[in-house]
């Protein structure tokens, strides 16, 4: 007897593992799951995770992605935000879904998109994963050549750069060049947390203003 879909619940800060799904299948799973669903996805090989995320998983994803957005707009580079979209690759046989993911570099490529096809598309310049109830999947980037992966987990940001097809964790970003990031999101998630997320955005965008000041310009 074959289970359905909608027949197997996988709780929060939980996952499920299963194996031998074709691609096909995996398509199939994805069609049926929808976009706006609250769990993830990663699949290398045959192998597939199905995660579901705490709500403080997607408190720090949401924070940490405007604190991006903002600082990406008072450089005035542009930029495509993806989310948490599906990056696939057929032929390589990986997927895998980011907390949320940014176009930069190659941002013009994909104006107008809706989906991300890895087998002619480029992959995001930065992706982002809360590592708070999940493992980030490495290899799953390292393959699809994810330039810039962000692992946040409980003891702060992570900085991951592709390097001859693996990742070396670096001080800096090269997205950012000159800006302590590591030091800006840890200091604001943890304001975030301590006199809310209002107040945090509000500082951080006096400290945008008060350091970054003709950047951009």
Not at 174 to 193: A, K, R, S, T, W
């Amino acid at each position: 007897m074959l289970l359905e879909l909608q027949q197997i619940i996988v709780k929060p800060g939980q996952q499920m593992l299963l194996k031998d799904v074709s691609w096909q299948q995996l398509e199939n799973i994805l069609a049926e799951m929808g976009e706006r669903r609250a769990a993830r996805i990663s699949y290398s090989h045959g192998w597939l995770e199905i995660m579901v995320p705490l709500p403080e998983h997607e408190k720090d994803k949401e924070f940490i992605g405007d604190l991006v957005k903002l600082l990406l707009d008072k450089l005035q580079i542009d930029f495509e935000p993806f989310g948490s979209t599906t990056l696939k690759n057929e032929r390589m046989q990986q997927a895998v879904e980011p907390d949320t993911s940014f176009y930069i570099q190659n941002q013009a490529v994909v104006i107008g998109k809706n989906r991300i096809d890895l087998n002619v598309d480029p992959p995001p310049d930065l992706a982002i994963e809360i590592d708070i109830t999940s493992r980030t999947r490495f290899e799953n980037y390292e393959l699809l050549g994810v330039p810039e992966l962000w692992r946040y987990t409980q003891q702060g940001l992570e900085i991951n750069l592709l390097q001859a097809g693996k990742y070396i964790k670096s001080q800096s970003s090269p997205n950012f060049p000159g800006i302590p990031i590591i030091e800006l999101v840890n200091d604001y998630v943890q304001q975030c947390l301590t006199i809310g997320r209002s107040q945090a955005m509000r500082n951080f965008k006096t400290w945008v203003k008060n350091n970054l000041e003709g950047l951009g310009e």
